[in-house]
């Protein structure tokens, strides 16, 4: 029987009138299209417009918080406000401590972004031990040997947009 992994949703959620940001890093760009590409399709899925799903990109992990603040902030003085958003970043360990500091203080800043922009911030940080565990949560190995990670955090925007939007 399997434990882990996210359960099935409590309904399906119709996300015809939401507005998404995605922002993605620009590192490990094959992973990061990937999981992009597995939002986007789950979303869709649920009914959300492909003229709702705004995207925008940084130079890597560390920028997320700040550029998503920024991001949120242009689509609202734009007048056309974003339900939740999606930071993506894949950050892969190397062999020095970059990876523990970015991923750390990335994941904090990213957890606290949710009251200072008043909407569902979803976790969309793959911080792995390998290239190869970075490309399985994408969904791109050889083996396919876990599905797209992307699937999710698209199918949690709709609902956290849907049952807590404002
Ligand atoms: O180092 N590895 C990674 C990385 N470093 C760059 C960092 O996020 C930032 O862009 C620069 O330090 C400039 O501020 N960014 C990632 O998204 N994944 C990595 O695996």
Redesign the pocket.
Known sequence: MAVKGLGKPDQVYDGSKIRVGIIH????RVI?DALVKGAIERMASLGVEEKNIIIET???????PWGTKRFVDRQAKLGKPLDVVIPI??????STM??EY?SDS?THALMSLQEKVDMPVIFGLLTCMTEEQALARAGIDEAHSMHNHGEDWGAAAVEMAVKFGK
């Open positions: 890093a620009r590192w490990n990061i940084v130079p890597g992990s560390y920028e997320l970043g894949v950050l892969i360990k190397g970059h990876f970015i990335t």
